[in-house]
């Protein structure tokens, strides 16, 4: 069983809290900008195991082809994929493999879903308090990331047990 998601990684920078010197006024560099791009993923919480692609959109089209390529990944592998109730994951134009069978999720309850705290966890180590540059540098750091990250920490990442308190 997989749980997927997807997010928005983007060039707009994310001022997060941090400790300065008490009395010395500290600036913080901030980026506005409007590029972004998607990362799909679908993590195997109880093995570790992901399938992540960035993506330039989110939209049936888009979803139909991580699908597609979730599918090849999986071989002969059946498999159920837990996701959320997105427009364009119930679209009638969806093309759901034959291996691959989907559960949604109720409506509005993202902390059902262990790929949110993914999110999280590569947003306070990438993003907050950081600019990058163009779009491109902010991609090859987010794959960069993404290749690094081994299935003993997508597993203690994505732990179910905070859907479980």
């Known amino acids: 069983m997989f ?3 997807e997010a928005r990684f983007g060039t707009h920078s994310n001022v997060g809290h941090g400790w300065f010197p008490r009395g010395i006024r500290t600036g913080v560099k901030a980026k506005l900008g409007f590029q972004n791009f998607y990362l ?8 570790g195991r992901d399938f992540t692609l960035l993506m330039p959109k989110v ?11 979730l599918s090849r990944e999986l071989g002969e592998r059946q498999t159920i994929v837990v996701m959320d109730c997105a427009g364009w994951h119930r679209s009638g134009s969806l093309r759901v493999p034959q291996n691959i069978e989907i559960l949604y999720l109720p409506p509005y309850s993202p902390e059902l879903n262990p790929v949110e705290k993914l999110w999280q966890y590569i947003k306070s180590h990438l993003i907050k308090n950081k600019i990058y540059e163009s ?8 794959c960069a990331f993404i290749q690094n990250f ?3 920490s997508i597993r203690r990442t994505c732990s179910l047990s905070h859907c479980l308190n």
């Open 3 to 5: 749980f997927f998601d």
């Open 40 to 47: 799909y993923s679908a993590v195997e919480v109880g093995s």
């Open 59 to 69: 939209n049936t089209a888009t979803m139909n082809e991580y699908l597609s390529q």
């Open 135 to 142: 779009i491109e540098d902010l991609e090859n750091a987010v």
């Open 150 to 152: 081994n299935p003993d």
